[in-house]
């Protein structure tokens, strides 16, 4: 079993148990041989990944959402974001979480990258896209979706990550691409929406 | 019950179910009123909270680390982090697992902000610090704890983050914190290794 390319820091799976299937929340508790032979468990989220769109309007603002957060019991300030549904594109939610979430739809799309928000205990990922070319329509929220849209300069939004008021990983992370993209260091490709 | 200082996107509990009990994962299925008076379930992870430490080498190298990550089911390359234990202050934990961790202590502290990985279901936050004057000792990795430590130049770790090798959140945040400190946008506010 111990090919060459095996990395001296890997875990292998021995078992798997389902722990929990909850309306949201799907968890498994793995038995896993360690590096040295000895056996751990590794209780993790199965979660489904998702997107998130850094939306640039045609001012320089910024397309955000404050959304109540349970987990956290307070409205937190984020860029929109959600999951993707089974078989789903990464664009094509992209553009569908965008357009529900806020009304707006994008003429240009790049994806800036992947993030893991949490890689000890879910196997979430999100997509990173980047919108231009907004116009706005009627947003389509779910039943049980409250958030309000609103728009902010880069400066006041790298001014809310700096004194705390932006907490939310994803968000800062898309500051971060942000950033390096505006100064000329991380450059985007675009591509036309998809139909 | 409606006061005058309720956000109006606010969610209160009616209800707290425990649904999982594991050997690390802790979650509740709560029920709560919605902003319109209906009612949903919201489940989450309560989670103790943990530290990161950004250690900056007097040669201007970042100390990082490679551990495998189970739910990723690879090898993640990331800044030191750790787990509070119960009632642990924020700097003494991020001192302990630097320690532990690495082997290094540093004489100087500053603490940069607090993130949170997963604000739709865990309850997890992650405070930032920032070390420096750091002198290598012997690490005191736990039981079934397996890492590697290793330096590499701010820009090393950024091309990393622009390339994908690189999408731990909180590592990717990290950056965020340490390429705006350099450029003189985010001061830090440094105080000596408590005892």
């Known amino acids: 079993m111990s090919g060459p390319e095996r990395d001296p820091l890997e875990e292998r799976q021995t078992d798997s148990v389902e722990i929990l299937k909850g309306h949201f929340l799907h968890a498994f508790r793995d038995t896993v041989e360690l590096p040295d032979g000895s056996h751990a468990t590794r209780e993790f989220i199965v979660h489904p990944g998702a997107v998130m769109v850094v939306g640039l309007l045609d001012d320089g603002r910024l397309l955000m959402e404050r959304q109540y957060r349970?987990?956290?019991?307070?409205?937190?300030?984020?860029?929109?974001?959600?999951?993707?549904?089974?078989?789903?594109?990464?664009?094509?939610?992209?553009?569908?979480?965008?357009?529900?979430?806020?009304?707006?739809?994008?003429?240009?799309?790049?994806?800036?990258?992947?993030?893991?928000?949490?890689?000890?205990?879910?196997?979430?990922?999100?997509?990173?896209?980047?919108?231009?070319?907004?116009?706005?329509?009627?947003?389509?929220?779910?039943?049980?979706?409250?958030?309000?849209?609103?728009?902010?300069t880069p400066?006041?939004?790298?001014?809310?990550?700096?004194?705390?008021?932006?907490?939310?990983?994803?968000?800062?992370?898309?500051?971060?691409?942000l950033q390096n993209w505006q100064a000329g260091r991380w450059p985007l490709s675009w591509q036309p929406a998809v139909p």
């Not at 307070?74 to 664009?91: I, Y």
């Not at 992947?114 to 706005?136: C, K, M, N, Q």
């Not at 006041?156 to 971060?176: N, R, Y």
């Open 70 to 152: 349970y987990p956290m019991h307070r409205v937190m300030t984020e860029f929109p974001a959600g999951k993707l549904d089974p078989g789903e594109d990464s664009l094509a939610c992209a553009q569908r979480e965008l357009w529900e979430e806020t009304g707006y739809r994008a003429a240009e799309w790049a994806r800036a990258g992947t993030l893991h928000p949490v890689i000890s205990y879910s196997t979430e990922h999100i997509d990173i896209w980047f919108a231009r070319g907004l116009t706005a329509g009627k947003r389509q929220l779910d039943a049980e979706e409250f958030l309000e849209v609103f728009t902010a």
């Open 155 to 177: 400066d006041e939004v790298l001014a809310w990550c700096q004194d705390g008021t932006i907490t939310d990983s994803k968000t800062l992370i898309g500051m971060l691409w």
